[in-house]
């Protein structure tokens, strides 16, 4: 696999590492933008215009989306016009109050609605908004009425255009970043995983169970991302060359991810069995081989360079090879037997997904291949766009809740400034927008960074005016301060606030007001996010408690149709279709979900905490479930016997109906007719359940106890679901 990179081939290994670092290249770009600004300021003697130069690259570069040349040139027009109906109708309504705060309000929720149609969009939005609140430090420098939205759209195109630019000299770099990310995500997931297989006495996995889940969830997110860059080139029509070899490289990831993710058999009792023996030390082993492999891919990725795959996985697996057969001719019970066999389709899994990575050495791309089709999420037409906005108009829309609350918000915040007349209170405005997230625990989080950065900035702040009080050396901070706040933005808030705190700073320098805005800055940070807090607390408050039963619904539905996915291919044989990759996709989206909601629940208000212990206890159960229908999908093979095929048909149909009575009582837990169904379904499994086990060593084997894993889990998930019932019953007559 190369990635040759067509640039710089002579560079020297550590400085093509930095170079080849996301974050570093990133803030690159930034810099040689406020550098341009600030060259062509000293040079044209306009100190008057640098701030809204700089706010302009500022809120350009928070607007970017990732998408080949063409798009991101459409991106670009569909930027400058956001942004320009933002700062006009900012220079136009400023002096009418009135008018002001109602074009505040119902542009604000119209720029987040955007969101509906598509992520970019979403980015954009936010950004306009930003660009909107920039808008008003202008107004109250008195600037006439063309030349700060000027200003702000030229410092905007500029930076625009070095990011085309970029992306012409480096088009495949946001790719290989995106696909560097999951295989490093996937080192991680591995890493956690490889724990379960350490025989410690009375292993208890739901530990482990939820730390995996939680990477697992990072590892969804990491596709995703992977995905949209890949389909954003893929629109263009026929990919290229160096584009096929890394969407087949993302459908090697999401293969392996699938392979990682299932579970052969219950864990503690493999550990139980195999106490005295190496050989789950061994898999161990395995799997953290096979993790510094996915780094090295990663770094290949990075690097633009070809990755070379080790013979120590291969060597990993022989000593596997040595240990079963070795316990094969030492075997003294059926048991052990059985869960030998189960070790032997483990081996099978682990040794496709070292061919997976070997074959990443010297990959063949296929482009006539059928299964290279990605889902598109995206709306294509006016029409498709107007419909997904149509569709979040509702109460129940976690984006038009959004929606409304941060509006609000901005429109409190406007009226503090009215009343109090704050000559700087557009602060307030801006901090509400970055502090207001979709949830409570998200909106904490950036509470407590927003005040920290803010208040280490003005701090520092001090003595940096005192130090630079020259307005070339403030300049200069300045393209320091925006550059850092860049490379700190997206993992550590914090640091990020207090370099763009130090930015604000130096531009009310400018002017002659650095220290005058010192203790205004502190006082409407703190104003702004109470303001926020208050909002999400209180103005449509998504508490997730009240919506876990609807996620565990969609987590056991996706579930359900995933599984159906993969026994309809033990008929017609492995087939990576659309709709399978698209089922397996819904499956784990739906898990990562579901982790999140209960972190997210985990740092709200005790009083709407509920249920802790029996929603972890599901996300284990139904981690563990998708991890065993994962295992099937690993092992797809077409199965020729019609009398195996019933076999398999019966069980899949009593599992399948299980799960739909669950996801029916989840949703509406008043349907009594559910209940009465489940009982019967429960007193079913708990008569008939268990793992019925075998000692042969076929495909069938293997389905038949993958399928009876996951009915073992039924009677528990009722249990648990009749639990939940009586809580949502509890809550709806109080």
Known sequence: MSFSLPRFPSMPLTLREYWANHRINDSIRVLIALMGVALYAGYAGRTDIVTPLVLGVIASALAEVDDHLWGRIKALGVTLTCFAVASFSVELLYDWPWLFALGLTVSSFGFIMLGAIGERYGTIAFASLLLAVYTMLGMEQGSDLWLQPMMLLSGAFWYGLLSLVWIVIWPHRPVQHRLAAVFRQTATYM???????????????????????????????????????????????????????????????????????????????????????????????????????????????????????????????????????????HQDSHTRTALLNQLQFLYKNLETVEQQLASLSNLAVDSRAQENELAD???????????????????????????????????????????????????????????????????????????????????????????????????????????????????????????????????FSQFGEGFAVILPRLGDTVIGCLIAVAAVRYVLPDWQAHRLRGIMTEALQANRDYLAHVIAQYRVGKRDTLTYRIARRQAHNADAELTTAISNMLAEPGRYRTNIEETFRFLCLNNAMLSYISALGAHRSRMDDEVNHQKVAQLHRDIHQGLTQLTELLAQPTNHDALLALQTTDDMHQTHGGYGETVDNTPLTMVLQQLQLIQRMLPELNQLTLTLRQQALKQSRA
């Open 377 to 507: 999420p995206d709306a294509r037409s006016l029409g498709e766009m107007v419909f997904r906005i149509r569709q979040q108009l509702t109460f129940r829309s976690l984006r038009f809740r959004h929606a409304v609350r941060l509006s609000l918000s901005l429109l409190a915040g406007y009226g503090v400034i009215q009343g109090l007349s704050l000559e700087h209170g557009f602060w307030i405005l801006m901090t509400i927008q970055f502090v207001c997230q979709t949830n409570y625990s998200a909106t904490r989080s950036k509470l407590k960074e927003r005040i920290v950065g803010t208040v280490a900035g003005l701090l520092l702040g001090v003595p940096a005016l005192y130090l630079f009080p020259d307005p070339s050396s403030q300049l200069a901070l300045m393209v320091v301060t925006g550059v850092l706040f860049f490379a700190f933005r997206t993992v550590q808030y914090t640091l990020a606030t207090l370099f763009i705190t130090l930015l604000v700073l130096m531009c």
């Open 191 to 329: 890493e956690t995983k490889s724990s379960l297989f350490h025989p410690v006495a009375e292993l208890v996995p739901q530990p482990t169970r939820i730390a995996a889940a939680n990477q697992n969830a990072q590892v969804v997110a990491a596709l995703n991302q992977a995905k949209a860059s890949l389909l954003a080139r893929a629109r263009r029509g026929r990919l290229t060359q160096r584009h096929q070899t890394l969407l087949q490289t993302y459908f090697i990831a999401q293969d392996i991810h699938e392979r990682v993710s299932s579970s052969h058999y219950r864990y503690q009792d493999l550990a139980a069995h195999f106490f005295h023996s190496d050989i789950l030390f061994r898999f161990e082993a395995l799997l953290n081989v096979q993790a510094r492999a996915c780094r090295e891919v990663a770094q290949a990725l990075s690097l633009g360079i070809s990755y070379q795959h080790h013979h120590a996985g291969q060597q990993a697996l022989t000593a596997i090879q040595q240990s079963m057969a070795y316990l094969a001719k």
